[in-house]
């Protein structure tokens, strides 16, 4: 029993370690910033309080039951004085006090369709509110491909660094060779090791940035990120390919919204034919000239129509059409920002691609630079001055190279989070 206990107990670190060691992608760091923002819980708030209203418009066909009751005194009642014209006639007369206790039951027969509009127009301000909320999320996407790349940023340029300590620490090798053979003089070897210690003070600064980070990051997704070689880069062609811009299903619902609010409208013109009953007991009853309990009822039919309301209804419907033209002018205006920032990007994106190119045939030139210079300290033909200058040469073309390249991608995300306009998706959801 304890063999199978351990057995499991091994199962679950070993499952543990792997969840923690998945590799992040720019993707995957989106979905749980997405699921883990407070502002997800504001979009089941905003559902759930579209489902209440739902349900309280449906219910204005359920039978409305309402309880009545009264009891009072007055004093005076109408009343008949006859003992002049027929002597000895006496008239009966309704009591000053009155005791009434009924049940009023109203049903809704006919509205004109006016609560069916109500229900799609609020299933359509919901789904505006909610979309509202993805168009906010995109900020956060922004922001965390922000960090995403900033740490890759740093990786790249600590990666470089403690490369080049490593050459430093082989070449101090060579130079203690040499310097006791007194090829070289003891400056050269300082030399190499106070730009060794210069490398070790920067690896600790961008430690520190990349702490500052990743905490940043952390707190975005929920969950904390234990090592920065989790976050896997994303490829070109997975950027290439983007998705419509949430701003125009927002447009696009907006308009939808207005269109219904004007059908609404204009059923809120037609008539309204409801059913009502009342069974009630009390003194008197109907007949007010009978001082006694009795039951008493009723029941009819009720027409409920304002024909003319003098242009209210137009003026309301000419305010939606305002709005509508409104929606419209802010989709233009949203369109044309954003063809603005594409093109922009286009030609950022055309500007890194010519660089990337001339970085790579700057790296070998660097590099066979370097190499010869090494050669030539390891037989102490030049200082280490010089071969410092050539070895900073090298790795900065090298780390250039991965920044650019880094920066290209980042490009690209913007450019994918400002999506694909889709001109003939949007005009098709605008004739809708």
């Not at 027929?86 to 369709?113: E, F, N, R, S, W």
């Not at 979309?131 to 990666?159: H, I, P, S, T």
């Amino acid at each position: 029993m304890k063999k199978i206990i351990g057995l499991y107990m091994v199962l679950l670190v070993l499952l543990l370690g792997s969840a923690k060691g998945q590799e992040l992608s720019l993707f995957a760091c989106w979905d749980k910033a997405r699921a883990h923002y407070p502002l997800l819980k504001g979009k089941e708030a905003l559902l759930t309080a579209s489902a209440l209203n739902m349900q309280q418009l449906r219910s204005q066909w359920l039978p409305r039951l309402e309880i009545n009751g009264s009891m009072g005194w007055q004093n005076e009642v109408p009343s008949v004085d006859a003992t002049g014209a027929l002597p000895g006639l006496t008239l009966p007369q309704a009591p000053k006090d009155q005791y009434q206790l009924a049940l009023d039951v109203g049903q809704t027969l006919y509205d004109g369709g006016r609560t069916r509009a109500a229900g799609a127009l609020e299933e359509l301000q919901g789904a505006v509110a909610v979309q509202a909320l993805e168009v906010r999320l995109q900020e956060v996407e922004q922001r965390v491909a922000d960090l995403f790349f900033g740490l890759l940023m740093l990786d790249a340029q600590r990666e470089q660094m403690a490369h080049k300590l490593e050459v430093l620490k082989a070449r101090q090798v060579e130079v203690e060779a040499l310097l006791r053979y007194g090829a070289v003089t003891e400056s050269s070897l300082q030399q190499l090791a106070a730009e060794a210690l210069s490398l070790r003070q920067g690896i600790l600064e961008l430690n520190a940035r990349q702490e500052s980070l990743l905490g940043s990051l952390s707190s975005f997704m929920g969950e904390p990120i234990s090592d920065l070689s989790l976050l896997q880069k994303p490829a070109v062609k997975d950027l290439l390919w983007a998705p419509t811009p949430e701003e125009y299903a927002h447009f696009s619902l907006k308009r939808a919204q207005l269109a219904q609010q004007q059908r609404w409208l204009k059923r809120t013109r037609l008539p309204v034919v409801t059913a009502y009953g009342q069974l009630g007991y009390g003194n008197p009853g109907y007949n007010m000239l009978r001082d006694e309990f009795d039951t008493f009822y009723r029941f009819g039919l009720r027409l409920k129509w304002q024909p003319w309301d003098w242009k209210e209804g137009r003026r309301k419907q000419e305010v939606v059409e305002q709005q509508s033209l409104l929606v419209d002018l802010e989709e233009e205006t949203f369109r044309v920002n954003t063809g603005r920032v594409l093109q922009q990007l286009d030609s950022e994106l055309l500007r890194f691609e010519e660089t990337l190119a001339l970085d790579r045939e700057l790296i070998a030139l660097r590099k066979a630079i370097e190499e010869t210079s090494a050669q030539q300290l390891q037989k102490g033909q030049i200082t280490t001055a010089t071969y410092l200058r050539d070895l900073d040469d090298r790795m900065e073309a090298e780390v250039n190279l991965k920044l650019h390249e880094l920066e290209y991608l980042q490009l690209l995300t913007r450019k994918y989070l400002k999506g694909n306009e889709d001109y003939k998706q949007v005009n098709n959801a605008k004739d809708e």
